[in-house]
């Protein structure tokens, strides 16, 4: 290239760089820009990208938000068989941190033979304590075969990719896939049991209208896996909020599995128009329930505890009941919200689902429902205290992100995810493949199920859900109180009944001797 060519392009990066200069100077919307034309833009330039950086170069271990840099590390070497373990002891300050959990081992632990690296079809099974439909003897109730599973993802919300790679994982592990509120589509079925969650708009399941259709419920359900059904009241990130996916993201795929038009956006209202209190909740569940044979059941963030006072009483005096009850803690969820929403609305989980808790095992009704519990689970310790304190399964939703590709961009909301996760760019979601990030899934579930049975054998029992609360305290500085009196559990609360206790122990010990 000769000295002309170099001098053109030269005077033409300058020209261009003047221009925007001018441009800068006149325009009054952003003052530095204005008043520092081209250098003003680094401002944006930084700003855009200190929350991706920041996680990397400037927080420490246990700073970043949601999930801390080490909880991601656990979880992406979980997903893809590397070293998870720490060295050098914690780095946490146990005395300086109020709230730190921790977990009394016993003195004599199970001695469980080790089965090393996991194979999917057998190794590291962990099922539920309780049967999923049992107390009402639902058609098709049943026990799950995974003590972890994942939480409510949408198909819009998340790309086609994704939702496929999450349904192929949960078929690895033998899980099930809750598909959000989105609807039932073709990245459902490639072989994962699924939970199907309807919201207040009915998509999948609604007329031209957007009222509830029993005939378009029967189609959906018939048409895939659907192990059972879950009537969503309210989640985590956005309680007692309608949702909204910006008809930008509706694509004709999109619209044809919601039963929603084109170019507008969609709409999930704050309220259900099929029922309007909890006797006619309990009457829908009811109804889809007698139609299908599958267990139904509520997720619902925690608020007005009423609400849940009014449901156990009623459970027990009408025997009309859900199947199982998530609760989602106000600290979860994947949707974006208003700030006030998401920050200060709905209880964390641990409070409220202990409230919901209390409100049943007061009126003996807690045996009678299986408890799901969703809201930053997806670790072993969280883990174990919420099976501790009476749920009998957990959600994971972000760290199943995390563990397909997720890197806490918190891009979510503006469909511009990095790692084609939360995004429906056919260039970005290109990057995700589904096949390889299913195996991932499937190792991150199978590592989480691994490690929740070596704290309970570590506990000296055989099965996370036989782990009493008052193996955990809670630490506030140098004082240590118990969970149980922190979360004022009577004795006996949270635990499996005694037959519970005879079959998951015999269940786990036969399995651990076929190992």
């Known amino acids: 290239m000769d000295v002309s060519l170099y001098l053109m392009s030269a005077a033409g990066v300058i020209g261009l760089a003047a221009a925007l200069g001018v441009r800068d100077r006149r325009q009054r919307h952003h003052a530095v820009v204005s008043n520092f034309p081209i250098v003003g833009r680094l401002r944006y330039f930084a700003e855009e990208l200190g929350g991706p950086l920041r996680q990397y170069i400037v927080t420490g271990n246990d700073e970043e938000r949601p999930f801390s840099r080490d909880q991601r590390r656990w979880i992406y070497a979980s997903s893809k068989k590397e070293n998870n373990y720490f060295g050098f002891g914690t780095d946490n300050d146990l005395e300086q941190t109020p ?27 962990c099922p539920g304590g309780k049967v999923l439909g049992g107390y009402r003897q639902r058609k098709h109730a049943f026990r799950p075969a995974s003590i972890v599973n994942t939480s409510a993802l949408s198909y819009g919300s998340l790309s086609r990719n994704a939702i496929e790679a999450i349904n192929r994982g949960v078929g690895l592990a033998g899980a ?33 209208k957007g ?53 507008q956006d969609c709409i999930s209202p704050a309220s259900h128009s099929a029922f309007s209190d909890v006797d006619t909740m309990l009457d829908f569940i009811e109804r889809l329930a007698d139609a299908t044979g599958l267990p139904v059941g509520i997720k ?8 849940w006072s009014e449901l156990a009483q009623k459970m027990d005096v009408t025997k009309r009941a859900p199947d199982f009850i998530t609760i989602d803690g106000g600290e979860g969820g994947t949707g974006a919200a208003p700030l006030a929403f998401s920050d200060h609305v709905s209880m964390p989980f641990k409070l409220g689902f202990a409230s919901v808790y209390r409100a049943f095992a007061e009126r003996g009704m807690h045996e009678k ?25 957990i959600n994971v939703g972000r760290e199943a992100m995390l563990s397909i590709g997720c890197i806490q961009a918190q ?16 260039w970005l979601m290109g990057g995700l493949d589904p096949t390889l990030k299913a195996a991932r899934l499937a190792n991150y579930l199978l590592t989480l199920r691994k490690e ?31 969970a149980r009196d922190v979360f004022n559990y009577q004795p006996g609360w949270g635990l499996a009944t005694t037959e519970e206790r005879a079959e998951l122990r015999a269940l786990m010990m036969a399995r651990a001797g076929a190992a």
């Open 211 to 263: 009222n509830f259709s029993m005939e378009r419920f029967l189609e959906s359900a018939a048409s895939a896996k659907v192990r059972a059904i879950e009537i969503k009241l309210s989640q985590g990130a956005k309680p007692g909020l309608g949702g909204v996916l910006p008809k930008e993201k509706v694509t004709p795929e999109i619209a044809k599995i919601r039963l929603i038009p084109m170019g």
């Open 369 to 393: 429902v299986v408890f799901i519990g969703s809201g930053k689970l997806g670790f072993p310790e969280q883990g174990m205290l919420a099976l501790a304190m009476g749920c009998d399964l």
């Open 176 to 208: 099930w896939q809750n598909t959000g509120e989105g609807g039932i589509s073709d990245h459902h079925r490639h072989g994962g049991d699924i939970l199907w969650q309807i919201g207040t708009g009915y998509f999948g399941c609604r007329d031209a």
């Open 99 to 125: 709230g730190y959990l921790i977990i009394r081992h016993s003195a004599f632990p199970v001695s469980a033979p080790s089965v090393g690296t996991p194979h999917y079809d057998k190794d590291y099974q």
């Open 300 to 307: 619902s963030a925690v608020g007005d505890l009423g609400f």
């Open 452 to 482: 929740l049975l070596s704290l309970s054998h570590a506990c000296g029992e055989w099965h996370p859900s036989l782990v009493a609360l008052d193996r955990f305290d809670i630490l506030d500085g140098l004082k240590s109180s118990s």
């Open 411 to 426: 891009q979510c909301h503006t469909g511009k995810c990095p790692t084609g996760v939360a995004t429906q760019s056919k």
